[in-house]
């Protein structure tokens, strides 16, 4: 059975100056994060926002466990950020009926 864990995270980059800025930092994490953990990511709120960046990760698989395991370690990484914080974060898998 098929099941999708789903974050979603916001984070600040307070350093940024720039729409140019924070992308180039956010374009550094998700290659960083796609590598890593295998997740499909994307940036799909705040984009007009210069220090602010609302993104999603997804990844699909059998085991419920595993999926888990690979966002904690995921929520980690981004925790130990060095180019901004992770303010907050909403986790849920999704499993068929």
């Known amino acids: 059975m098929l099941h999708i864990g789903v974050l979603q995270f916001t984070l600040e980059i307070p350093y940024a100056e720039s729409i140019k800025d924070k992308r180039n930092a956010i374009k550094g994490l998700k290659d960083r994060l796609r590598r890593s953990y295998n997740v499909s990511i ?47 974060h909403q986790l849920e898998i999704i499993s068929p009926q």
């Open 42 to 88: 994307t940036e799909f709120e705040d984009l007009d926002s210069m220090t602010i960046a609302t993104l999603g990760a997804v990844i699909a698989g059998s085991d419920i466990p595993h999926l888990n395991s690979t966002m904690d370690h995921l929520i980690t990484t981004l925790t130990e950020w060095r180019d901004g914080s992770l303010i907050d």
